[in-house]
């Protein structure tokens, strides 16, 4: 079972910035996917950024120019750089990890507890 723990959320300005991390208990390099999700009052969790282990990205439409996501393999972390900060990006961040066993070739996924960006004018 993977662990995750998310970090670096708080409260910023409008058109700031802020670098959440996720840090897993294993080698995020035995891991097929890692991703950032959101989920702000009132609405469904949405994927932000996911990072495959070959180096694959993909985005959100609303965030494309402005949020990086990256990985330290070292530490076995990943980032969510976020540029440019807009209202409507407050929400709670969950960092997910996607690993597929070689065994079954079935896919499970972990969550981290979240952490909550508040975006303020």
């Known amino acids: 079972q993977v662990q995750l723990v998310e970090s670096g959320g708080g409260l910023v300005q409008a058109g700031g910035a802020l670098r959440l991390s996720c840090a897993a208990s294993?080698?995020?390099?035995?891991?097929?996917?890692m991703a950032w999700y959101r989920q702000a009052p009132g609405k469904q969790r949405e994927l932000v950024a996911r990072?495959?282990?070959?180096?694959?990205?993909n985005y959100a439409d609303s965030v494309k120019g402005r949020f990086t996501i990256s990985r330290d393999n070292a530490k076995n972390t990943v980032y969510l750089q976020m540029n440019s900060l807009k209202l409507e990006d407050t929400a709670v961040y969950y960092c997910k990890a996607e690993k597929v066993s070689w065994a079954t070739g079935r896919t499970s996924e972990y969550w981290g507890q979240g952490t909550q960006v508040t975006v303020s004018s």
């Open positions: 294993e080698n995020i390099l035995t891991i097929n996917a």
């Open positions: 990072l495959t282990r070959g180096g694959g990205t």
